[in-house]
Every structure is written in C-alpha cells, then in structure tokens.
T-cell receptor, first 109, second 112 residues
C-alpha cells in the first residue's frame, strides 16, 4: 500500500468553480502534512501546511482528519492560474517526506 | 536569493556512463534529500542526509551513491547509468524538523 494516495484526476473545472481534493495516508505516526503545487516541468513549491485545526489562506482551505487519516484541500473561486498538479505530502519524522502522485487540476475559461 | 540550486539542469547519458548531480543550498539547512519523479509515481526518496558527513538510504537507493562532505552540498552519483534511471531528479532541503522542504529546479536525465 502506498504511503500517500491521491486521485490523479484530472479535475476539469470552469473559472470560478469550487474544487476539492482529498488525500489519504497509511501511517498513523505521520507528524506533519503539506500541500505542494507543481507546475508543468517545474519543481514542487509549498502551497500550505495543514494543521489539525484546519487552516485557510485566501481562497485555499486545508483540513486534516487524523482519525480517518485523510487530508483535504478546497479551492474556491478557481482561477486559470490555479491549473497545476497538487501534491499531498506527509512527514513521518526524521524529516522524511512522502509524496502522493499528485492531482491534476485544469481550470478552463 | 538562490535557495536550492541543482546542476546540471539537463543531461543525456549513454548506458554505462557515470555522472554526478550537484545540489547546493545556501539556507544553512541540516537535512538534504534526493528524489526522483516518474510519471504516475510521485516523488520517491533515493537518499537523504541529516547533517554534514552523514547519509542514509531512502526508498529507491539502488544504483545511486551520495556524499555530503560539506553542509551546503549534497552530491548524487550514478556509477553506471541504466535506462531505468531516466527520470527527473529533485534535490530538497529542510531546516527545522517538520517544516517545509525547499526544492531545486530539477535535473532531467535521459539514459539511452
């Protein structure tokens, strides 16, 4: 079983739509959680950390459910510039990061 | 404002050739990592280092070696390249535990 699993998509949505991604992780000892964004042929870049209480950054909201071992990302009012692949990342201590294979988002005019 | 820098950015190797990928970070980070990214597989950890002079195996270490002689540099070596090592390689570093990882721009390696 993979450490981190994501729906690969693609999610094709119109501008202005709300879209949600989920991610599940297998190891209950996981300690910290992140969403990264990766543009085509570029390096991953941090979008936001995910905290147990949930956190919001502008149009982006992240939630963590430790009991069910899943993480979510909600994007409101989608922009064309949100088109990218979103990586769910889990840190299981010793700073070892485990990456999901990514969910591709296409926002269309 | 360099962050994490990888060299080279692109390389084509013939089967059996060797090469070294260099990763340099200027953030005084203790932890450094090498990942490979293949379609549909996500990023997989090759080797990592928790400090100068230390290295450890990750998820897919076979066919690779690493060295961390200086805190700011982490080298990834391929002694005898194979077509299965065709991939995009990313270096990353972190400072404090459980904080975000910063990535280099990647190295696109093709082994023919």
């Amino acid at each position: 079983r993979k450490e981190v699993e994501q729906d690969p998509g693609p999610f094709n949505v119109p501008e202005g739509a709300t879209v949600a991604f989920n991610c599940t992780y297998s190891n209950s000892a996981s300690q910290s959680f992140f969403w990264y964004r990766q543009d085509c042929r570029k390096e991953p870049k941090l979008l936001m950390s995910v905290y147990s209480s949930g956190n919001e950054d502008g149009r982006f909201t992240a939630q963590l459910n430790r009991a069910s071992q899943y993480i979510s990302l909600l994007i409101r009012d989608s922009k064309l510039s949100d088109s990218a692949t979103y990586l769910c990342v889990v840190n299981r201590g010793l700073n070892k990061f485990y990456f999901g294979s990514g969910t591709k988002l296409n926002v269309k005019p | 404002n360099a962050g994490v820098t990888q060299t080279p950015k692109f390389r084509v190797l013939k089967t059996g050739q060797s090469m070294t990928l260099l990763c340099a970070q200027d953030m005084n980070h203790e932890y450094m990592y090498w990942y490979r990214q293949d379609p549909g597989m996500g990023l997989r950890l090759i080797h990592y280092s928790v400090g100068e002079g230390t290295t450890a195996k990750g998820e897919v270490p076979d066919g690779y070696n690493v060295s961390r002689l200086k805190k700011q540099n982490f080298l990834l070596g391929l002694e005898s390249a194979a077509p299965s090592q065709t991939s995009v390689y990313f270096c990353a570093s972190t400072g404090q535990p459980n904080t975000e990882a910063f990535f280099g721009q990647g190295t696109r390696l093709t082994v023919v």
